[in-house]
Protein backbone atom coordinates (compact mmCIF):
# COMPACT_ATOMS: atom_id res chain seq x y z
CA UNK A 1 0.00 0.00 0.00
CA UNK A 2 1.56 2.94 -1.10
CA UNK A 3 0.80 6.96 0.88
CA UNK A 4 0.64 9.76 -1.17
CA UNK A 5 3.23 13.08 0.79
CA UNK A 6 1.28 16.04 -0.52
CA UNK A 7 4.02 18.47 -1.09
CA UNK A 8 4.51 21.35 1.97
CA UNK A 9 6.03 24.62 0.77
CA UNK A 10 8.13 26.71 3.41
CA UNK A 11 9.75 30.21 3.00
CA UNK A 12 13.52 31.04 4.36
CA UNK A 13 14.26 34.45 4.29
CA UNK A 14 18.19 34.75 4.66
CA UNK A 15 19.84 37.62 4.84
CA UNK A 16 23.16 39.46 4.26
CA UNK A 17 25.12 42.36 6.10
CA UNK A 18 24.80 45.04 3.48
CA UNK A 19 21.14 46.42 4.85
CA UNK A 20 19.90 44.85 7.96
CA UNK A 21 17.50 46.91 8.82
CA UNK A 22 15.59 46.83 5.72
CA UNK A 23 15.83 42.67 5.56
CA UNK A 24 14.54 42.97 9.25
CA UNK A 25 11.39 44.92 7.97
CA UNK A 26 10.82 42.56 5.47
CA UNK A 27 10.81 39.81 7.74
CA UNK A 28 8.46 41.39 9.57
CA UNK A 29 5.71 42.13 7.24
CA UNK A 30 6.39 38.60 6.16
CA UNK A 31 5.22 37.80 10.02
CA UNK A 32 8.75 35.21 9.36
CA UNK A 33 11.84 35.28 11.17
CA UNK A 34 14.94 35.76 9.35
CA UNK A 35 17.15 32.20 9.39
CA UNK A 36 20.01 31.88 11.15
CA UNK A 37 23.08 32.30 9.01
CA UNK A 38 26.73 32.54 10.03
CA UNK A 39 28.80 34.96 8.03
CA UNK A 40 32.39 35.73 8.75
CA UNK A 41 35.08 37.33 7.06
CA UNK A 42 38.55 35.39 6.86
CA UNK A 43 42.37 37.35 7.94
CA UNK A 44 42.37 37.90 4.23
CA UNK A 45 39.17 39.19 3.00
CA UNK A 46 37.61 35.76 2.02
CA UNK A 47 33.68 35.51 3.40
CA UNK A 48 32.37 32.35 4.52
CA UNK A 49 28.82 31.30 5.09
CA UNK A 50 26.99 28.66 6.65
CA UNK A 51 22.98 28.23 7.16
CA UNK A 52 22.18 27.33 10.84
CA UNK A 53 18.99 25.62 10.60
CA UNK A 54 17.63 22.65 7.64
CA UNK A 55 16.70 24.21 4.40
CA UNK A 56 16.40 21.42 2.08
CA UNK A 57 13.39 21.46 -0.33
CA UNK A 58 12.66 25.32 1.11
CA UNK A 59 11.65 28.79 -0.80
CA UNK A 60 14.73 30.56 -0.03
CA UNK A 61 14.51 34.19 -0.95
CA UNK A 62 18.21 36.08 -0.24
CA UNK A 63 18.40 39.50 0.76
CA UNK A 64 20.92 41.63 0.16
CA UNK A 65 21.57 45.39 -1.92
CA UNK A 66 24.38 46.05 -3.58
CA UNK A 67 25.79 48.75 -1.60
CA UNK A 68 29.46 50.08 -0.55
CA UNK A 69 31.10 47.90 -0.62
CA UNK A 70 29.56 46.74 -3.91
CA UNK A 71 31.67 43.57 -4.93
CA UNK A 72 32.29 42.58 -0.92
CA UNK A 73 28.51 42.47 -0.87
CA UNK A 74 27.99 40.96 -4.42
CA UNK A 75 30.39 37.90 -3.54
CA UNK A 76 28.66 37.83 -0.52
CA UNK A 77 25.16 37.32 -2.39
CA UNK A 78 26.72 34.72 -5.16
CA UNK A 79 28.62 32.71 -1.94
CA UNK A 80 24.81 32.51 -0.20
CA UNK A 81 23.22 31.48 -3.04
CA UNK A 82 25.53 28.88 -4.04
CA UNK A 83 25.48 27.49 -0.40
CA UNK A 84 21.76 27.38 -0.62
CA UNK A 85 21.77 25.05 -4.08
CA UNK A 86 24.31 22.64 -1.75
CA UNK A 87 21.88 22.63 0.80
CA UNK A 88 19.72 21.11 -1.58
CA UNK A 89 17.14 24.50 -1.28
CA UNK A 90 14.33 23.70 -3.57
CA UNK A 91 14.07 27.32 -5.40
CA UNK A 92 16.55 30.34 -4.85
CA UNK A 93 15.56 33.81 -5.40
CA UNK A 94 18.08 36.46 -5.29
CA UNK A 95 16.19 39.79 -3.85
CA UNK A 96 18.32 42.71 -4.64
CA UNK A 97 16.71 45.94 -4.25
CA UNK A 98 19.53 48.33 -5.90
CA UNK A 99 21.44 45.86 -8.65
CA UNK A 100 25.05 46.54 -8.71
CA UNK A 101 26.91 47.61 -11.86
CA UNK A 102 22.83 48.44 -14.07
CA UNK A 103 24.93 51.67 -15.89
CA UNK A 104 27.34 49.37 -17.35
CA UNK A 105 24.56 47.61 -19.51
CA UNK A 106 26.10 48.36 -23.12
CA UNK A 107 29.47 49.44 -25.00
CA UNK A 108 29.94 52.93 -25.23
CA UNK A 109 33.19 53.17 -26.66
CA UNK A 110 35.18 49.94 -27.85
CA UNK A 111 37.05 47.80 -25.56
CA UNK A 112 34.47 48.29 -22.31
CA UNK A 113 32.80 45.67 -20.84
CA UNK A 114 29.16 44.75 -20.77
CA UNK A 115 29.55 44.42 -16.18
CA UNK A 116 25.76 44.19 -15.86
CA UNK A 117 25.59 41.17 -18.49
CA UNK A 118 28.55 39.47 -16.81
CA UNK A 119 26.98 39.92 -13.12
CA UNK A 120 23.70 38.44 -14.34
CA UNK A 121 25.87 35.38 -15.52
CA UNK A 122 27.43 35.26 -11.91
CA UNK A 123 23.81 34.82 -10.37
CA UNK A 124 22.79 31.83 -12.78
CA UNK A 125 26.41 29.84 -11.98
CA UNK A 126 25.68 30.82 -8.44
CA UNK A 127 22.76 28.53 -9.16
CA UNK A 128 20.10 31.06 -8.85
CA UNK A 129 16.23 30.32 -9.55
CA UNK A 130 15.07 33.90 -10.01
CA UNK A 131 15.86 37.53 -9.44
CA UNK A 132 13.84 40.15 -7.62
CA UNK A 133 15.05 43.63 -7.89
CA UNK A 134 13.59 47.69 -8.13
CA UNK A 135 13.94 49.52 -10.77
CA UNK A 136 16.99 49.08 -12.85
CA UNK A 137 18.93 51.50 -14.22
CA UNK A 138 17.55 50.49 -17.68
CA UNK A 139 14.89 47.52 -18.43
CA UNK A 140 17.00 45.68 -20.52
CA UNK A 141 18.78 44.30 -17.89
CA UNK A 142 15.96 41.51 -17.47
CA UNK A 143 16.72 40.34 -20.81
CA UNK A 144 20.71 39.31 -19.67
CA UNK A 145 19.25 36.48 -17.37
CA UNK A 146 17.53 33.39 -18.36
CA UNK A 147 15.31 32.64 -15.54
CA UNK A 148 12.28 35.01 -13.99
CA UNK A 149 12.70 38.64 -13.40
CA UNK A 150 10.64 40.49 -11.55
CA UNK A 151 11.43 44.15 -12.28
CA UNK A 152 9.52 45.78 -8.89
CA UNK A 153 9.34 50.00 -9.20
CA UNK A 154 9.60 52.35 -6.03
CA UNK A 155 6.76 54.82 -8.47
CA UNK A 156 3.80 53.86 -6.41
CA UNK A 157 5.51 54.90 -3.22
CA UNK A 158 7.42 57.91 -4.62
CA UNK A 159 4.23 59.25 -6.33
CA UNK A 160 1.88 58.89 -2.97
CA UNK A 161 4.32 60.42 -1.60
CA UNK A 162 4.40 64.31 -3.64
CA UNK A 163 0.05 63.25 -4.33
CA UNK A 164 -0.34 63.77 -0.59
CA UNK A 165 2.38 66.54 -0.07
CA UNK A 166 1.30 68.57 -2.97
CA UNK A 167 -0.91 66.95 -5.42
CA UNK A 168 -0.81 68.04 -9.05
CA UNK A 169 0.37 71.61 -7.99
CA UNK A 170 4.10 70.86 -9.41
CA UNK A 171 5.98 70.04 -12.62
CA UNK A 172 7.75 67.08 -13.00
CA UNK A 173 11.12 67.65 -14.35
CA UNK A 174 13.83 65.22 -16.23
CA UNK A 175 17.37 65.87 -15.74
CA UNK A 176 18.21 64.23 -18.29
CA UNK A 177 16.56 62.50 -21.83
CA UNK A 178 17.40 59.19 -20.79
CA UNK A 179 14.94 59.71 -17.61
CA UNK A 180 11.65 61.41 -19.55
CA UNK A 181 10.03 58.02 -20.01
CA UNK A 182 10.24 57.77 -15.66
CA UNK A 183 9.24 61.30 -15.76
CA UNK A 184 6.25 60.83 -18.00
CA UNK A 185 4.91 58.12 -15.23
CA UNK A 186 5.00 60.57 -12.65
CA UNK A 187 3.75 63.48 -13.88
CA UNK A 188 1.00 61.17 -15.27
CA UNK A 189 0.36 59.85 -11.71
CA UNK A 190 -0.31 63.24 -10.14
CA UNK A 191 -1.80 65.10 -13.71
CA UNK A 192 0.85 67.21 -13.22
CA UNK A 193 2.85 68.64 -16.70
CA UNK A 194 6.33 67.57 -17.61
CA UNK A 195 9.60 69.62 -18.24
CA UNK A 196 13.28 68.30 -19.37
CA UNK A 197 16.25 69.47 -18.82
CA UNK A 198 19.16 69.48 -21.97
CA UNK A 199 22.38 67.13 -20.84
CA UNK A 200 25.56 66.79 -22.06
CA UNK A 201 27.62 64.15 -20.48
CA UNK A 202 31.61 64.32 -20.67
CA UNK A 203 32.69 60.48 -22.24
CA UNK A 204 36.20 61.72 -20.89
CA UNK A 205 35.91 61.39 -16.72
CA UNK A 206 33.19 59.03 -14.83
CA UNK A 207 30.72 60.18 -12.85
CA UNK A 208 30.96 64.23 -14.21
CA UNK A 209 28.20 65.89 -16.16
CA UNK A 210 27.38 68.81 -17.85
CA UNK A 211 24.16 70.62 -17.88
CA UNK A 212 23.21 73.04 -20.55
CA UNK A 213 21.71 76.14 -19.52
CA UNK A 214 18.32 74.65 -21.05
CA UNK A 215 15.33 73.93 -20.06
CA UNK A 216 12.22 72.46 -22.14
CA UNK A 217 9.15 73.19 -20.49
CA UNK A 218 7.46 75.70 -18.42
CA UNK A 219 8.88 75.91 -14.99
CA UNK A 220 8.63 79.73 -14.24
CA UNK A 221 7.31 80.39 -10.96
CA UNK A 222 6.40 76.60 -10.48
CA UNK A 223 7.71 74.13 -7.98
CA UNK A 224 9.77 71.48 -9.61
CA UNK A 225 10.22 67.97 -9.02
CA UNK A 226 12.94 66.07 -10.43
CA UNK A 227 12.89 62.52 -10.85
CA UNK A 228 15.66 59.42 -10.78
CA UNK A 229 16.35 56.35 -10.71
CA UNK A 230 19.46 57.25 -8.48
CA UNK A 231 21.62 59.68 -7.17
CA UNK A 232 25.37 58.62 -7.32
CA UNK A 233 27.53 61.60 -6.93
CA UNK A 234 24.82 63.94 -6.66
CA UNK A 235 25.97 66.13 -10.04
CA UNK A 236 23.48 65.81 -12.10
CA UNK A 237 20.14 66.32 -9.37
CA UNK A 238 22.38 69.28 -7.74
CA UNK A 239 23.49 70.98 -11.62
CA UNK A 240 19.56 70.64 -12.39
CA UNK A 241 18.47 72.51 -9.49
CA UNK A 242 20.69 75.14 -9.81
CA UNK A 243 19.58 75.21 -13.73
CA UNK A 244 15.79 75.04 -12.97
CA UNK A 245 16.38 78.07 -10.07
CA UNK A 246 17.92 79.95 -13.17
CA UNK A 247 15.23 79.50 -15.59
CA UNK A 248 12.55 80.85 -12.57
CA UNK A 249 11.68 77.98 -10.66
CA UNK A 250 10.05 79.05 -7.30
CA UNK A 251 11.06 75.86 -5.54
CA UNK A 252 13.23 72.30 -6.25
CA UNK A 253 12.40 69.45 -4.88
CA UNK A 254 13.85 66.10 -6.00
CA UNK A 255 13.75 62.12 -5.46
CA UNK A 256 14.88 58.84 -6.85
CA UNK A 257 14.77 54.70 -5.88
CA UNK A 258 18.43 54.25 -5.03
CA UNK A 259 20.40 57.13 -2.97
CA UNK A 260 23.96 55.68 -3.39
CA UNK A 261 25.32 59.29 -2.09
CA UNK A 262 28.80 58.69 -2.82
CA UNK A 263 31.62 61.62 -2.46
CA UNK A 264 31.09 64.45 -2.82
CA UNK A 265 26.81 64.08 -2.89
CA UNK A 266 26.37 65.02 0.49
CA UNK A 267 28.58 68.71 0.09
CA UNK A 268 26.43 68.95 -3.12
CA UNK A 269 23.23 68.71 -1.78
CA UNK A 270 24.02 70.74 1.18
CA UNK A 271 24.91 73.45 -0.78
CA UNK A 272 21.77 72.80 -3.50
CA UNK A 273 18.49 74.82 -3.70
CA UNK A 274 16.65 71.34 -3.12
CA UNK A 275 13.97 71.84 -0.43
CA UNK A 276 13.73 68.29 0.13
CA UNK A 277 15.19 64.99 -1.44
CA UNK A 278 13.00 61.85 -1.11
CA UNK A 279 14.67 58.59 -1.43
CA UNK A 280 13.94 55.11 -0.60
CA UNK A 281 15.92 52.80 1.73
CA UNK A 282 16.84 50.03 -0.96
CA UNK A 283 20.68 51.86 -0.33
CA UNK A 284 21.31 52.15 3.50
CA UNK A 285 21.69 55.48 4.48
CA UNK A 286 24.38 55.97 7.40
CA UNK A 287 24.14 58.57 9.79
CA UNK A 288 26.63 60.87 8.62
CA UNK A 289 24.24 61.39 5.45
CA UNK A 290 21.41 61.88 6.91
CA UNK A 291 20.43 65.63 6.16
CA UNK A 292 17.35 67.41 7.16
CA UNK A 293 16.41 67.73 4.14
CA UNK A 294 16.63 64.02 3.10
CA UNK A 295 13.56 61.98 3.94
CA UNK A 296 13.44 58.34 3.68
CA UNK A 297 10.79 56.23 2.88
CA UNK A 298 10.56 51.95 2.93
CA UNK A 299 10.52 49.82 0.44
CA UNK A 300 9.99 47.11 2.43
CA UNK A 301 6.29 46.50 2.28
CA UNK A 302 6.59 46.54 -1.53
CA UNK A 303 9.33 43.75 -1.33
CA UNK A 304 7.36 41.74 1.11
CA UNK A 305 4.11 41.33 -0.68
CA UNK A 306 6.49 40.90 -3.66
CA UNK A 307 7.91 37.98 -2.02
CA UNK A 308 4.61 36.59 -0.81
CA UNK A 309 3.37 36.97 -4.46
CA UNK A 310 6.35 34.61 -5.80
CA UNK A 311 6.20 32.44 -2.71
CA UNK A 312 2.38 31.80 -3.53
CA UNK A 313 2.83 31.76 -7.23
CA UNK A 314 0.82 35.01 -7.36
CA UNK A 315 0.66 37.80 -10.01
CA UNK A 316 3.48 40.40 -9.03
CA UNK A 317 2.69 42.61 -12.29
CA UNK A 318 -0.90 43.16 -10.33
CA UNK A 319 0.85 44.77 -7.35
CA UNK A 320 1.97 47.47 -9.18
CA UNK A 321 -1.18 47.41 -11.76
CA UNK A 322 1.02 47.49 -14.51
CA UNK A 323 3.87 50.03 -13.37
CA UNK A 324 6.61 47.57 -13.32
Keep these: MTKDIAPKKSLRLIAGRSNPELAEEIAEHLGT ?62 VVPYYGYSRQDKKGRGREPITARLLADLFIAAGVDRVLSVDLHTAQIQGFFDKPFDHLTALPLLVGFFQQKFGPDIVVVSPDAGRVRVAEKFADKLGAPLAILHKRRRADVRNVSEIALEVVGEVQGRRCLLVDDMIDTAGTVTGGAKVLMEFGADEVYACCTHAIL ?36 SIAPTLARTIEAVFTDESVSQIFEGDN
Design 262 to 297: SDPAIDRIKNAPIKELVVTNTVPLPPDKKLDNITVL
Design 33 to 94: PLSEVEIEDFANGEVYVRFQENIRGTDVFVIQTHSSPINKQIMEQLIMIDAARRASAKRITA
